[in-house]
C-alpha cells in the first residue's frame, strides 16, 4: 500500500520535529538546568557551610523529635522557625543520619527538582496570561541556566522554606488563573484554593500575602457575592488549621502567643537602629549581626540570661520600636533603602554575613561571577517591578494577578533588612513579569515602526 504525503505549493509537508511539540523544549530546559545543578553541586560537594538556623533545627528534629536548636546546639524547642521544611529535612536525616552524605544528596536533589518545578509552573501560569512562548522560554532559560541562584537551590533550601514557597505560589497563581475563566467556580473549588492559600501562608506568610492580595482581587471581579461567604469560611477555617495547632504549641512551649515566628523583634532591631542610617550599610550589618544575634555564643548567652529568645527578642524589638517613634524620618528613609536594595541589591548580599568559620575571600573569577549575578538580577527584579506596575495601573485583570502577588510579596521586607534568601521569594513572580513587559514593548514597537502598505 502506498502511503500519500501532502504537498503544499508543491513541496511534501514534513513531520513535525521533535522540538516543534509545545512541552519538548521547556523540558529541555529544566532538565539543562538540573545538570546545571548537578555540576555545581558535585564541583562544591554536598556541604559546604557551617551550621545555620534552619539546618540546625532540622538536626534537632532527627535527634531529638523536637524543633529546637536553632541558634545553638542545646538550646531547646524553638519558634524562630516555621515548621514545615526543617521538619522534612529533619525526618530525612532521621531515617538516612544527620548530614550524611546520603541524606545530604537526597534533600538536594528534591530542593533542586522542586524549584525546577516552580519554575515550570510559572511557564505555564503565564501561558494562562496570555505572555508569548518566545518570552515565557526567554525566562524559563534565565531562571534555569544562569547560575544566579544556584547556590540557594542546591544548598540553602534543603532546609529552608525558598524553593518549596515559590513553589506553591507559581501553582497557585496558574490555578487562579484557570479560575478566573470558569463560568461559576464551585464550592470543591473554593475549598482547595482556600487550603493552597493557606498552605502557602504557613511556609512563607510574605507570598501568602500575595496570594490573598490576587484572591482579594479575584473576589471583587470574578466571584458573585453570594459565594463571598464560602469563601471567606473556608479561607479562614483552612488557615485555622494549620495555624492553631502551631500557636498551641508555642503556648505550652513558651507561655506566649505565638501564631507564626517569635525572630521579628530581632528582626527589627537589625534593620532598624541609630547607625542603619548610616551608608556603608555591610560593616554596619555585619557589626550589628554580631551584636545581638543569637546564633553567635556571647548573644545566646545573653539570650539565655533574659529567660530565652521570646523575652530576648521582645526586648529587641521594643527598642527598635521606640527608636523608630523616636526617628520616623529616618525610619522612613531606612524602610525606603530596603526596598530598593531588594530590587537593586549591592554586591555585599552575595556575601555571607556573618561568614560562616571555613569562608575564604572570594577569587578574582567568583568575584567576577558574583559581579554577573548582580547585573542579571537587576535586570530581572528591577523590570519585573516595572511590569508589574504598568499591568496594575494599564494591564488586564489576568496580569494584576501576578503583579499584586509580586507586590504584596516585596512591600513586607520593608521592615527587615532584605537578603538574597528574602529575595528569592521574588524571583519567579518577578522574571516573567519582566519577560511579559519586554513582550508587550516589543509588540508596540513592531506596530509602530511597521510600514504602512501601499495602496497597489
Given at each position: 500500500?502506498?502511503?500519500?504525503?501532502?504537498?503544499?505549493a508543491?513541496?511534501?509537508?514534513?513531520?513535525p520535529?521533535?522540538?516543534?511539540?509545545?512541552?519538548?523544549?521547556?523540558?529541555?530546559?529544566?532538565?539543562?538546568?538540573?545538570l546545571?545543578?548537578?555540576?555545581?553541586?558535585?564541583?562544591?560537594?554536598?556541604y559546604p557551610?557551617?551550621?545555620?538556623?534552619?539546618d540546625?533545627?532540622?538536626?534537632?528534629?532527627?535527634?531529638?523529635?523536637?524543633?529546637?536548636?536553632?541558634?545553638?546546639?542545646?538550646?531547646?524547642?524553638?519558634?524562630?522557625?516555621?515548621?514545615?521544611?526543617?521538619?522534612?529535612a529533619?525526618?530525612?536525616?532521621?531515617?538516612?543520619g544527620v548530614?550524611?552524605?546520603?541524606?545530604?544528596?537526597?534533600?538536594a536533589?528534591?530542593?533542586?527538582?522542586l524549584?525546577?518545578?516552580g519554575?515550570?509552573?510559572?511557564?505555564?501560569?503565564?501561558?494562562?496570561?496570555?505572555?508569548?512562548?518566545?518570552a515565557?522560554?526567554?525566562?524559563?532559560?534565565?531562571?534555569?541556566?544562569?547560575?544566579?541562584?544556584?547556590?540557594?537551590?542546591?544548598?540553602?533550601f534543603k532546609?529552608?522554606?525558598?524553593?518549596?514557597?515559590?513553589?506553591?505560589?507559581?501553582?497557585?497563581?496558574?490555578?487562579?488563573?484557570?479560575l478566573d475563566?470558569?463560568?461559576?467556580?464551585?464550592?470543591?473549588?473554593?475549598?482547595?484554593?482556600?487550603?493552597l492559600?493557606?498552605?502557602?501562608?504557613?511556609v512563607?506568610?510574605q507570598?501568602?500575602?500575595?496570594?490573598?492580595?490576587?484572591?482579594?482581587l479575584?473576589?471583587?471581579t470574578r466571584?458573585?457575592?453570594?459565594?463571598w461567604p464560602?469563601?471567606?469560611?473556608a479561607a479562614v477555617?483552612?488557615?485555622?488549621?494549620?495555624i492553631?495547632?502551631?500557636?498551641?504549641?508555642?503556648?505550652?512551649?513558651?507561655?506566649?502567643?505565638?501564631?507564626?515566628?517569635?525572630?521579628?523583634?530581632?528582626?527589627?532591631a537589625i534593620?532598624?537602629?541609630?547607625?542603619a542610617?548610616?551608608?556603608?550599610q555591610?560593616?554596619?550589618?555585619a557589626?550589628?549581626?554580631?551584636?545581638?544575634?543569637p546564633?553567635?555564643?556571647?548573644?545566646?548567652?545573653?539570650?539565655?540570661?533574659?529567660?530565652?529568645?521570646?523575652?530576648?527578642?521582645?526586648?529587641?524589638?521594643d527598642?527598635?520600636?521606640?527608636?523608630?517613634?523616636a526617628?520616623?524620618g529616618?525610619?522612613?528613609?531606612?524602610?525606603?533603602?530596603h526596598?530598593?536594595?531588594f530590587?537593586f541589591?549591592?554586591?555585599?548580599?552575595?556575601?555571607?554575613?556573618?561568614?560562616?568559620p571555613?569562608w575564604?575571600?572570594?577569587?578574582?573569577?567568583?568575584?567576577?561571577?558574583k559581579?554577573?549575578?548582580q547585573?542579571t538580577?537587576?535586570l530581572?527584579?528591577?523590570?519585573?517591578?516595572?511590569?508589574?506596575?504598568?499591568?496594575?495601573?494599564?494591564g488586564?485583570r489576568?496580569?494584576?494577578?501576578?503583579?499584586?502577588?509580586?507586590?504584596?510579596t516585596?512591600?513586607?521586607?520593608?521592615?527587615v533588612?532584605?537578603?538574597?534568601?528574602?529575595?528569592?521569594?521574588a524571583?519567579l513572580?518577578a522574571?516573567?513579569?519582566?519577560?511579559?513587559?519586554?513582550a508587550?514593548?516589543t509588540?508596540?514597537?513592531?506596530?509602530?515602526?511597521?510600514?504602512?502598505?501601499?495602496?497597489?
Amino acid at each position: 500500500m502506498t502511503r500519500h504525503v501532502p504537498v503544499l505549493a508543491g513541496q511534501p509537508l514534513r513531520a513535525p520535529s521533535l522540538l516543534a511539540r509545545p512541552a519538548v523544549l521547556p523540558l529541555l530546559i529544566v532538565a539543562a538546568g538540573l545538570l546545571l545543578r548537578l555540576l555545581y553541586l558535585a564541583h562544591f560537594g554536598l556541604y559546604p557551610f557551617s551550621l545555620y538556623e534552619a539546618d540546625r533545627a532540622a538536626a534537632s528534629v532527627a535527634t531529638s523529635g523536637v524543633l529546637g536548636d536553632a541558634y545553638q546546639v542545646g538550646q531547646g524547642a524553638t519558634a524562630h522557625l516555621l515548621p514545615t521544611t526543617p521538619l522534612i529535612a529533619g525526618l530525612v536525616y532521621r531515617l538516612l543520619g544527620v548530614h550524611s552524605p546520603a541524606a545530604e544528596l537526597l534533600l538536594a536533589l528534591q530542593s533542586m527538582l522542586l524549584v525546577s518545578a516552580g519554575f515550570l509552573l510559572a511557564y505555564l501560569a503565564f501561558a494562562r496570561i496570555g505572555t508569548p512562548r518566545g518570552a515565557r522560554l526567554g525566562a524559563l532559560a534565565f531562571l534555569c541556566l544562569l547560575p544566579t541562584n544556584f547556590e540557594l537551590e542546591t544548598y540553602w533550601f534543603k532546609a529552608w522554606e525558598g524553593g518549596l514557597a515559590v513553589t506553591l505560589g507559581a501553582l497557585y497563581l496558574g490555578l487562579l488563573l484557570r479560575l478566573d475563566r470558569a463560568a461559576a467556580p464551585g464550592a470543591r473549588a473554593i475549598a482547595g484554593m482556600a487550603a493552597l492559600a493557606a498552605l502557602a501562608f504557613f511556609v512563607s506568610p510574605q507570598i501568602g500575602c500575595g496570594l490573598y492580595a490576587a484572591t482579594l482581587l479575584f473576589m471583587a471581579t470574578r466571584l458573585p457575592w453570594r459565594r463571598w461567604p464560602l469563601a471567606i469560611g473556608a479561607a479562614v477555617l483552612a488557615l485555622a488549621l494549620l495555624i492553631l495547632p502551631w500557636t498551641i504549641r508555642n503556648e505550652r512551649q513558651f507561655g506566649a502567643f505565638i501564631p507564626l515566628r517569635s525572630n521579628f523583634g530581632l528582626e527589627l532591631a537589625i534593620a532598624y537602629h541609630p547607625l542603619a542610617v548610616r551608608p556603608d550599610q555591610r560593616d554596619v550589618f555585619a557589626n550589628r549581626v554580631n551584636q545581638i544575634h543569637p546564633a553567635l555564643p556571647d548573644n545566646f548567652r545573653r539570650m539565655r540570661a533574659m529567660g530565652g529568645e521570646i523575652p530576648y527578642n521582645q526586648a529587641l524589638g521594643d527598642g527598635a520600636k521606640a527608636w523608630i517613634g523616636a526617628h520616623p524620618g529616618a525610619a522612613l528613609r531606612i524602610a525606603g533603602r530596603h526596598l530598593v536594595e531588594f530590587l537593586f541589591p549591592p554586591l555585599w548580599y552575595w556575601q555571607p554575613i556573618p561568614p560562616p568559620p571555613d569562608w575564604h575571600p572570594d577569587s578574582p573569577a567568583k568575584l567576577l561571577l558574583k559581579r554577573a549575578e548582580q547585573s542579571t538580577s537587576w535586570l530581572a527584579y528591577g523590570l519585573g517591578f516595572l511590569g508589574a506596575c504598568w499591568a496594575l495601573a494599564l494591564g488586564d485583570r489576568r496580569r494584576r494577578y501576578a503583579a499584586l502577588m509580586l507586590v504584596v510579596t516585596i512591600l513586607p521586607y520593608a521592615m527587615v533588612q532584605p537578603t538574597l534568601r528574602y529575595r528569592y521569594t521574588a524571583l519567579l513572580l518577578a522574571t516573567f513579569l519582566a519577560a511579559d513587559l519586554l513582550a508587550q514593548a516589543t509588540t508596540a514597537a513592531r506596530a509602530q515602526w511597521r510600514p504602512s502598505r501601499r495602496p497597489a
